[in-house]
């Protein structure tokens, strides 16, 4: 169960920058592939992405599961891309029939792939031919207006992104090793998030009226219910989060004072 606050924050594409400098950074993941679908692989890089994105001050609203469907990846694509800070697609670059990404993108956005110069020298060194039609070429064909961004090696696969889309690999290994060299200076915010947790004893019908008090007193702080049925140590963790400090040890305080300590696990 969970209890946060009713917000929205809305991000268009055509925003200035002087007016995102003092909006709440958002972003949604978007993981495409028909394995992830069919149970074949389990999506770790949406579990990855979001703790990193957190302690960049980048909070996600949205992760999406979507089929190897250029329409149904570029629908989606348009609706993230409209509503979030923004957007982290996985999966669906490579060599193969199934690997769609960017001509969905292309799609979403009305950009006709071309064939990256650089992009052309890097799969060729890799995959050994200069043929454009070759299998190993698709991942050299992006949206026209894309830009490329390199880790640490000019030489290795860059990121690709579009507007605010950033296109990331669906193996794990290579998704973590490009956003660990990239990912800091992409993913911005002026925010940071601070969390406190507190641990009871008793379920949560016995704190749920001092809990909901508490929501309503302080706004701006976000607080999580999570039972715990196995756990010889506790039976509900409350998780507080605000992007103020002061604030948030206020509403800790508060929660410590109004709980009968008995209730309380270690405070």
Same mark, same amino acid.
């Given at each position: ?91 669906? !670059?490579?060599?193969? /029939? ?5 001509? &969905? +993108?292309?799609?979403?956005?009305? %950009?006709? #792939? @071309? ?70 200076? !992409?993913?911005?915010? /002026? ?5 406190? &947790? +507190?641990?009871?004893?008793?379920? %949560?019908? #016995? @704190? ?60």
């Amino acid at each position: 169960m969970h209890f946060r606050p009713i917000s929205q924050y809305l991000v268009k594409r055509n925003l200035s920058k002087s007016v995102l400098k003092h909006q709440s950074r958002t972003a949604g993941i978007i993981i495409i592939g028909d394995e992830i679908l069919k149970g074949e692989v389990t999506d770790t890089n949406s579990t990855y992405l979001v703790k990193q994105l957190y302690q960049l001050g980048v909070r996600v609203r949205k992760i999406s599961v979507v089929s190897d469907d250029i329409k149904q990846i570029s629908e989606e694509v348009r609706s993230f891309s409209d509503n979030y800070t923004y957007v982290i697609t996985s999966g669906g !670059i490579g060599p193969t /029939h199934d690997d769609v990404t960017f001509e &969905a +993108i292309g799609y979403a956005f009305r %950009e006709p #792939l @071309i064939a990256h110069p650089i992009l052309v020298d890097i799969c060729s060194k890799y995959y050994g031919t200069k043929d454009l039609d070759s299998p190993g070429m698709k991942l050299a064909h992006i949206p026209k207006g894309a830009k490329l961004m390199f880790g640490e090696a000019k030489t290795s696969y860059p990121n690709i992104s579009v507007k605010n889309v950033y296109i990331f690999p669906g193996i794990p290994q290579l998704l973590r090793k490009l956003f660990e060299q990239i990912g800091h200076k !992409i993913f911005t915010s /002026h925010e940071k998030f601070y969390t406190k &947790a +507190i641990y009871f004893n008793v379920t %949560e019908k #016995l @704190i749920v009226d001092v809990l909901n008090i508490l929501v309503k007193k302080f706004p701006t702080v976000i607080f999580g219910s999570y039972p715990e049925l196995e756990n010889s140590q506790y039976k509900v963790k409350i998780t507080m989060e605000c992007t103020n400090e002061e604030k948030l040890q206020i509403a800790y305080n508060t929660m410590i004072n109004m709980m009968p300590s008995e209730y309380i696990v270690n405070a």
